[in-house]
């Protein structure tokens, strides 16, 4: 039988998977501008009066594809006749091309379900999907220069390929389970995702509050633009692809440093100065009116500062056991990038809308982004510090908890331990024993816990046996069977061992001295405490203690 092997081009190497990726990358290219192409010509269909036929659909839709990958078009139809710039790319569009091209390298590092098929190297699968992504748009271009929205050449040489190699390499990063260089990266890279997400978070909301507020105004901008139900639904289209460009907007306005409205207005949280070059349109219907501000703009500032708590609460987490300083340098990188993401954002969410006083429309990226620097260095940095010292204390109860030492062989063989109430007792007449003017406070201090043993003997034993104190030492003439005796009568047994040892019985007194060498030990070991009140009371008698209700009391005795 003839074994035959298969060529290594036939199962796939490396060349095969590089070339797999570059077609994975024209792919997802294709699929973001079909499903563009497709609202663009159902919007057109359902138009009244349609002023183009498909191929001008078409035209607009490669445009606002272009549009989405942040390339500004040029309108030649302009009232004015001259070329007219359009810059603000609506960022709810580019979520998709991004989104595809991260799914895209981060499947092609995939190695399937066998764990067989090749896979490229990750900087090859970086350069072969954003290659075959880049492939589809510089068709694209070509394919607008003969419509009515031509794309910027610069714009499209420098932003397009930025953002698919930036989502490339995003995808390969997650492919590869994020690696980072450290734990201080790590912890500053999510408290700077936390904080820019508070940051859209709030901006959003304060947008959404002054539409809210101008709802009327915003309701006569769209009746104003489109008379027709299908205008009306386009116009909330794009109001709709905007949302994240207003949530942008809301942001920068809360930082301090606010949007231009035109090359001669500036909107800030202090009022509205200049004269603002506003075209219609229902989300600019929000914007603040001219004038100074009041309480009402001015909390727009809680916006920050709640981003800035937030990242530097996840930063004091991640540092309770970091040095002050290596806590202060990662609160420092987390203020930096967060200020670098909100510089990106900025930058997206603005641009011109024309020429002259419409050429600066929207938030100037270098000043949102050092003032969310400045706000996560001046209040996320001390809220980090004190949420790291704050995890570093150490409870009352921990410091207030009594110390136990164990227990140490005195010299004389018997063993001494240290309680809670007081020093370790030491036997009698050694030279640990306290005496001189210490003695009456050693005895002070020993007091509680012989009252507590004095009260337990009262109490019946653990296995419910009724069973009263068995008798102290008798006067030094007491005999061992005297002992033996008292013990059977306390216990119930005649016998004249000791039931919880081997050896023979002993006097009282002798018994002590032996096995615990202290005069408050309990000769019997049923004393938790260690320490018997009545050991040196000559005159205890074991019927001063009268049987409790819930102990039998002893039986009658005989008549003769």
Same mark, same amino acid.
């Given at each position: 039988m003839t074994h035959v092997t298969e060529h290594p081009l036939v199962q796939g190497g490396r060349s095969a998977a590089l070339a797999t990726a570059c077609v994975r990358g024209g792919v997802a290219a294709g699929l973001g501008l079909g499903a563009l192409a497709v609202l663009v010509i159902a919007a057109w269909i359902s138009s009244p009066y349609p002023d183009s036929g498909p191929v001008g659909a078409l035209h607009v839709a490669a445009g606002l594809w272009l549009l989405a990958h942040g390339v500004d078009l040029v309108r030649t139809d302009a009232l004015s006749g001259l070329p007219a710039p359009l810059g603000i790319a609506p960022l709810l569009l580019a979520a998709l091309p991004v989104w595809l091209v991260h799914r895209t390298a981060r499947d092609t590092l995939d190695p399937g379900a066998g764990g067989t098929r090749p896979r490229p190297s990750p900087g090859g699968a970086v350069a072969a999907v954003a290659g075959g992504y880049l492939l589809v748009a510089a068709a694209v271009v070509v394919y607008s220069e003969s419509g009515p929205l031509p794309a910027d050449l610069v714009t499209a040489g420098l932003w397009l390929p /930025? &953002?698919?190699?930036?989502?490339? +390499?995003?995808? $390969?990063?997650? !492919?590869?389970?994020?690696?980072?260089?450290?734990r201080r990266q790590a912890a500053a890279l999510r408290a700077a995702g936390l904080g820019t997400l508070a940051l859209l978070g709030g901006g959003a909301v304060v947008a959404a509050g002054s539409l809210a507020w101008h709802?009327?105004?915003?309701?006569?901008?769209?009746?104003?633009?489109?008379?027709?139900?299908?205008?009306?639904?386009t116009v909330l289209l794009l109001v709709l692809a905007l949302l994240p460009?207003?949530?942008?907007?809301?942001?920068?306005?809360?930082?301090?440093?606010?949007?231009a409205l035109g090359t001669g207005a500036l909107a800030t949280p202090l009022g509205l100065v200049?004269?603002?070059?506003?075209?219609?349109?229902?989300?600019?219907? /929000? &914007?603040?009116?001219?004038?100074? +501000?009041?309480? $009402?703009?001015? !909390?727009?500032?809680?916006?920050?500062?709640?981003?800035?708590?937030?990242?530097?609460?996840?930063?004091?987490?991640?540092?309770?056991t970091w040095a002050a300083g290596e806590a202060a340098l990662t609160a420092l990188g987390t203020a930096g990038g967060c200020g670098a993401a909100v510089a990106v954002l900025a930058a997206a969410a603005g641009g011109p809308l024309g020429t002259g006083r419409l050429s600066a429309f929207g938030p100037v990226w270098w000043q949102a982004g050092a003032a969310a620097v400045l706000w996560g260095a001046g209040a996320g940095m001390p809220v980090a510090l004190g949420v790291r010292a704050w995890g570093r204390r150490v409870p009352r109860s921990e410091k207030l908890r009594p110390w136990t030492a164990p227990a140490v062989p005195a010299p004389g063989g018997a063993p001494t331990a240290a309680?809670?109430?007081?020093?370790?007792?030491?036997p009698s007449g050694s030279p640990a024993s306290p005496s001189g003017p210490m003695a009456p406070l050693s005895r002070l201090k020993a007091a509680p816990s012989r009252l507590v043993a004095a009260l337990s003997g009262l109490l019946p034993t653990p296995s419910g046996a009724a069973e009263a104190r068995p008798a102290a030492a008798a006067p030094e003439a007491t005999t061992a069977a005297e002992t033996a005796t008292d013990r059977g009568a306390g216990?119930?047994?005649?016998?004249?061992?000791?039931?919880?040892?081997?050896?023979?019985?002993?006097?009282?007194?002798?018994?002590?001295?032996?096995?615990?060498?202290?005069p408050y030990a309990?000769?019997?070991?049923?004393?938790?405490?260690g320490d018997d009140p009545f050991g040196d009371d000559p005159?205890?008698?074991p019927y001063d203690c009268l049987p409790a209700a819930w102990e039998p009391s002893p039986p009658p005795p005989a008549a003769d």
């Open positions: /930025a &953002l698919v190699t930036g989502a490339a +390499g995003a995808g $390969v990063w997650t !492919a590869l389970d994020r690696p980072l260089p450290g709802a009327g105004r915003a309701q006569a901008s769209l009746e104003g633009l489109a008379g027709e139900w299908s205008g009306r639904v460009n207003a949530a942008v907007w809301g942001a920068a306005y809360g930082l301090g440093p606010g949007f200049g004269d603002p070059a506003v075209p219609p349109f229902p989300l600019l219907a /929000a &914007l603040p009116a001219e004038g100074r +501000g009041t309480w $009402v703009h001015w !909390a727009a500032a809680t916006v920050p500062l709640a981003a800035a708590v937030v990242q530097g609460h996840h930063v004091g987490r991640a540092a309770r309680t809670a109430d007081g020093p370790a007792e030491a216990t119930g047994t005649g016998t004249g061992a000791d039931p919880r040892s081997d050896a023979p019985a002993a006097p009282h007194a002798a018994r002590t001295a032996d096995r615990y060498a202290s309990d000769p019997f070991g049923d004393d938790p405490f005159g205890y008698e």
